[in-house]
């Protein structure tokens, strides 16, 4: 469902904007796949700045209504990291049946592998 809409999103915007990917040259698809990482890194760093993490200087949880202005922030931070991702696959010449597939397999593995506290 979302994988499909972020396909045809970026359709879209590859219409309106007459952006191409195919028509790019090799070392102009790496590049623009760099500076899509780049944001997407920004994107993450925001999104972390999001998260209660110095004892010293306490803030509200994202998980609580005190943190309502956190959690905002952070839901839009995390729509940004996957339009990033959502581009830079569209550059890379990845479909969103592969990203689909990717992941289910991902989850199936990781479902096989111990949880973070050694059960399994």
Known sequence: MLIDKLGRYR???????GFNANALSTAE?????????????EELLELRLCVNRKAWKPMPSLRTPEGAEYRAHALEELADVLLMLN???DVAGI????VQDAVLA???KNLSRPDHLGNK
Request: charged share 35%; hydrophobic share 35%; proline share 0%.
């Open 106 to 108: 991902k989850m199936q």
């Open 87 to 89: 581009a830079f696959t």
């Open 11 to 17: 359709a879209e915007r590859n219409r309106r904007e």
């Open 29 to 41: 698809a790496d590049r623009l796949m760099s500076e899509l990482l780049s944001h997407t890194m």
């Open 95 to 98: 479909t969103m049946q592969e």
